[in-house]
């Protein structure tokens, strides 16, 4: 898919061939063994991945997923699509991402700190503040990168909080990181709105996936008025017409660890969920959930796509034909993540903090600038608004690299 977006792209900019395979090919893969104890005395070994796409406009940057579909080709994809990420942001990075295939539900806490110290240790020499900084994804959160950050300083010999992003705030993370990504797609999706002159108060919200990117965005856009009709997670979802009480659903989230179960609202099944008519549908999970079987019967007004890879080409061309569907294409849409991980390594370089309201301004004012280019050149050059995104992220790094020339 990610491949495939790129042709589309270098084919409209007439990229020349020799360029294209420069910007394509990632710069490093890496693969490890990440051996462990189990809890029982038992030795299990899983596979870690890290994809540095390309290192021209400075250090790599992209989260870590702990889930049991990571591998090496998922992984390269989505450190392609940060490359673009940072550039439509004109954040300083190149992209990255990386991961252990593992599912992390089926870990004791003790196992799962043991994966990411090993992992960690593993690819040692291939992070750092100047070099690879990661991140929080599916899977890890604010303790995975605690951990990490340790395992990093405790090999250097001294504190690195700017080696990982996304870390509680005590040991310097950034206050607003965890809302960042979710808080991202609020703020887009009543942009949109404005564009489509829809009234956030009449309007109504599904959001497949209520991790943290799926449950800050439903609660974000509830807060602009916006009705929130139906969530899902892995396991199932819950549609209520009349509006779901986000607060008791977030609750029974925490006690249950799911949504299955619910009391306040009927069940539905993904794929349902992905069909109901709504103003805002927000696929906040997986890769590939809108596809070519499902993209002609979608009935929303605002696709914002709070996921990586969402909605597949096939879909991309079914929708294309659909104008009265306003795409916030995932590099855009979920960009808030990254921007405000990029302002927590500032602030770790700096050992200079901020608050909460400088740190929002800052993400909203970085997000205004980019929907704005990305919505002008869409209508100015004719294109939907996806490949508007692309062309504004791979034109940058395109040119940052014909500046840089080649070495030797
Ligand atoms: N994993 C997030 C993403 O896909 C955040 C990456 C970061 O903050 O570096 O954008």
Not at 79 to 89: F, N
Not at 203 to 216: K, P
Request: with cysteine.
């Amino acid at each position: 898919m990610a491949c495939q977006q790129f042709d589309l792209v270098a084919d409209y900019l007439q990229i020349p061939t020799d360029d294209r395979e420069r910007l394509k090919v990632p710069k490093r893969s890496l693969t490890v063994a990440v051996p462990i104890h189990r809890d029982d005395g038992s030795t299990q070994v899983f596979q870690g991945y890290r994809v540095q796409h390309h290192l021209s406009l400075g250090p790599t940057k992209g989260g870590m997923r702990f889930h049991p579909d990571v591998e090496l080709g998922e992984v390269a994809a989505l450190a392609m699509w940060m490359s673009w990420k940072c550039a439509l942001t004109n954040l300083p990075y190149g992209g990255a991402k990386g991961g252990v295939n593992c599912d992390p539900r089926k870990l004791s806490v003790t196992e799962l700190e043991r994966v990411t110290r090993r992992f960690t240790q593993e690819i040692i020499s291939f992070i750092g503040p100047q070099v690879d900084i990661p991140a929080p994804d599916m899977g890890t959160n604010e303790q995975t990168m605690a951990w990490m950050m340790d395992t990093y300083s405790v090999h250097m010999g001294y504190s690195v909080p700017g080696v990982v992003t996304g870390k509680p705030v005590l040991l310097g993370g950034s206050v607003g990181r965890r809302e960042a990504t979710g808080r991202g797609v609020g703020y887009l999706a009543n942009r949109a709105m404005d564009v489509l002159g829809l009234e956030s108060s009449k309007a109504t919200a599904v959001v497949q996936g209520f991790g943290n990117v799926g449950s800050v965005a439903a609660f974000s856009l509830a807060r602009f008025g916006v009705k929130i009709i139906a969530v899902s997670d892995a396991f199932g979802g819950v549609y209520n017409q009349a509006g779901l009480d986000l607060i008791a659903l977030d609750k029974y989230v925490t006690a249950n660890r799911s949504i299955a179960g619910f009391p306040g609202g009927d069940l539905i099944s993904n794929e349902q969920l992905l069909e109901l008519q709504c103003d805002i549908l927000v696929p906040a999970a997986m890769e590939r959930q809108i596809t070519g079987a499902n993209a002609a019967k979608i009935k929303c007004r605002i696709l914002a796509e709070g996921a990586n890879g969402p909605t597949t080409p096939e879909a991309d061309k079914i929708i294309d034909q659909r104008e009265e569907i306003f795409v916030i294409p995932d590099i855009l849409c979920n960009s808030g993540g990254v921007v405000v991980s990029y302002f927590e390594w500032v602030q770790d370089l700096q050992s200079f903090f901020w608050n909460e309201s400088e740190v929002v301004d800052k993400l909203f004012r970085i997000l205004e600038n980019a929907f704005t280019q990305t919505l002008t050149l869409s209508r100015k050059n004719k294109v939907s608004m996806r490949t508007a995104a692309l062309i504004l992220g791979i034109q940058r790094v395109h040119q940052a690299k014909k500046m840089r020339g080649l070495f030797p």
